[in-house]
């Protein structure tokens, strides 16, 4: 059955609960015995992980990821299997609904700025905000924009692929589907990959310093670098 | 025909029509910026991992312009605003 609505499951003090919602919640528990049993079994599997997230985060920022990490973190592990739980029978993906997205999205759009005034202190940030004042329209319409699109790409990612495999399955039953459900499942990886990595470029851009003497410098110290001459035929 | 099916009918086609058209110009755009990645990773391979997370981050934004289209024709398709504001139904 394809719905772009979700089910209403039940209502607390008149407000619905949707299934995405309570597989969410599913999912959280989920997550949260796994970390708790591995943290009690087999530590070194959770270093592994913790390692593999500080070099992707750590190699965007430019530097190391320091207090970032568990924000971004956290948010790469819950979008991945948000991603892919919706393969267990009887759970819809909770992010092929648009209200996932869009509240993920508005915690990174608040989490940027906190970021840039925990790293520079609240007068400075807003001074460097609006710096050439004439370009402060676009930078503001720019806050807006990023917010939308990060969060409409997941869902739109998540649903086209999900409609796919529902379409073909309506079809064609049998085997079939089966190429179109790996595809869903690296689509979902590479989306959370992406949303984790944008969401790291937004804040490195609101927390790395950004004044005027030192990129110009930047540009000079790249030009002085002799480029590779590559031979054609 | 009442006024609710030609409405109807002129949604489908402009959906499919908006999705057809939509989808080409981000298509060729994300094949250019692979074609220019590939080749910079083919001369300098040492700079292979800062170009190719830098062509993801590109392509996923490349890539929001036909979600925007897709968000349109499917709020046309499921969530049709026209049909339930004009007419009773």
Avoid at chain 1, 203 to 224: D, F, R
């Amino acid at each position: 059955m394809i719905t772009v609505n979700p089910q209403v499951v039940f209502t607390i003090f008149g407000i619905g609960v949707r299934d995405t919602v309570v597989t969410t919640w599913i999912m959280m528990a989920f997550l949260m015995g796994v970390a708790a049993l591995i943290r009690k079994r087999r530590p070194v599997l959770l270093e592994i992980l913790f390692d593999f997230l500080n070099d992707l985060i750590s190699e965007i920022l430019g530097r190391s990821a320091g207090h970032v990490l568990p924000f971004i973190g956290s948010l790469a592990i819950f979008i991945f299997f948000a991603n892919i739980i919706g393969l267990v029978p009887g759970l819809t993906t909770p992010t092929s609904d648009i209200n996932t997205p869009i509240g993920l999205a508005l915690v990174v759009f608040f989490s940027v700025h906190i970021f840039g005034v925990l790293e520079k202190g609240f007068v400075e940030y807003f001074k460097e905000l609006v710096t050439p004042i004439y370009l402060f329209p676009f930078e503001l319409i720019a806050q807006f924009t990023r917010t939308i699109s990060l969060s409409v790409r997941l869902f739109g990612n998540m649903l086209s692929s999900e409609f796919l495999v529902a379409v073909i399955f309506s079809i064609l039953p049998f085997v079939v589907p089966l190429p179109l459900i790996g595809l869903h499942i690296f689509d979902g990886v590479l989306q959370a990959y992406i949303f984790t990595a944008l969401s790291t470029v937004y804040i490195a851009g609101a927390v790395l310093a950004n004044t005027p003497s030192e990129s110009v410098k930047q540009k000079s110290g790249e030009k002085n670098i002799p480029a590779k001459k590559v031979e054609r035929k | 025909m009442d006024s609710p099916t030609i409405v109807t009918i002129v949604t489908i086609i402009a959906s499919v029509a908006g999705i057809a058209i939509g989808v080409i110009a981000p298509a060729i755009m994300e094949g250019l910026s692979v074609i220019k990645a590939l080749e910079g990773m083919a001369r300098q391979p040492e700079a292979a991992r800062d170009l190719r997370t830098t062509l993801l981050i590109s392509l996923a934004i490349l890539e929001s312009l036909a979600i925007y289209v897709l968000l349109v024709v499917l709020v046309l398709l499921f969530a049709n605003p026209l049909i339930t504001r004009f007419f009773k139904v």
